[in-house]
């Protein structure tokens, strides 16, 4: 597993949410249940006061302890602290190679590894976290950052959207190349688009699932076997594992069904689990079985219509290339059975004709597709086609509406009005202030000039 280099705030933040994790244990393997999480301490002494847990079937009432790793219960000299002797239970991200921890008189502290038990990634549920912060988030630099002046943000702003477009295209760069190693030739640039966005359809709960999923679906075989739209829909949905042991019946079903075995050889698929797939606490229409409708759309217009072929063209012919590529993802239609049902079996109340909200088809021109033009334009030359894409990055409107760059305006004193400041913005949370780097951001540089000591700056609460 992947140790990210999360502090102990992001720990706390995932231990109160019990929804990231489940059957949790102990280090020598008793069940443990939650029955109070206690009350976050943010003076000195352990984190969590007067919690209560059962520990195979024995309540517990007392404090509990939050690590990144093992070894910081010895390291921060808890056993000889008074204030840790009533400690219940340490929650610990990682093992290692540290001791389990003891209190006074040698009581010995169950503890969890907190990253065995986890729902989902640790990187999915860290890009959860940061995207919705709790109102005791602050950057470090506030409020002195709003006095810094205007112009250097909106050169810092322009220098970081630059920063984000390129780490955006090295990584479809790595799996365009991944994806044509046999025929360098002939780059897989529609396979490439499909999967992007249809990762941007999961959005945070399905992002990876849709990733796991387009990647068993070959895009070329779906051409060369004209699937008409009720087979793109079969392999979509079968692929994602929903025709497995489907209760209802209907025509459609039927007619996916039956289409299923065949298709499944054909593309060679081990489909996915679809108890993979999440539905809490998403709206109906975000639904992943929403998204795999204008997914199978997608892979029908890009396989059948020459979708990248006309968004290419769209910024070379258009005098507004955002507008008519707006105009075209919209224009994708989604199965009929899919205007009037969220999931198998159970119809709308109202027959819907857009498959998909402006606000995701938005996100999607900003993250999947400017990135790909542009990594079209460097690998082909095409010195005007990247001017008209780098002009409608940094000229295009774009108000924020995530919650984070809300807050971040708030505190810098920097209102967005482009993609591109969004994206600067967006940047600079995630690689600067999450990061701790404020003695490389150009706001941490006019606000801390004077300061000798950094590391308490780097303090970031969540
Ligand atoms: S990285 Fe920059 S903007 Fe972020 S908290 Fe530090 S100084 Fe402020």
New binding site residues.
Partial sequence: MEKLNINENFVSRIWENPSYYDNLKTTDGRNVAVIKLGKRNYDSGPDYKNAKINIHGVIYTGDIEIHRKLEDWKAHGHKRDGKYNKVILQVSMWDDDGDLPVAKKSRKIPTIILSKFLTSSVHSIWKDIINNPSDKFK???YPE?MEVESSLKNSWMEELSIERLRYKTLRLKNRLDDLSRHDKERPKWEQMLFEYICEALGYSKNKDQFLKLTRKIDVNKVKRLKLNREGTDTLMYGGAGFLKELRYKDEYISILKNNWGLLKKKFNIDPLDKSEWHFFRLRPPNFPTVRLAYASSLLYSIANEDLFKKIVLSFENEDKPVEKLFDLLSSIEVSDYWKSHYNFGKPRKTVKEDAIGKDRLNDIITNVILPVLYLYCKRYSKQELEYRILSAYFFTKKPSRNEITRVMENQ?GFRIKTISQEQGMIQ?HNF??VKG??TK?K??KE?FKDETLYEPLKI?LY
């Fill in positions: 950057l470090p630099c950052g810098l600079l600067y202030c780097k404020c951001c706001i941490g606000v970031i």
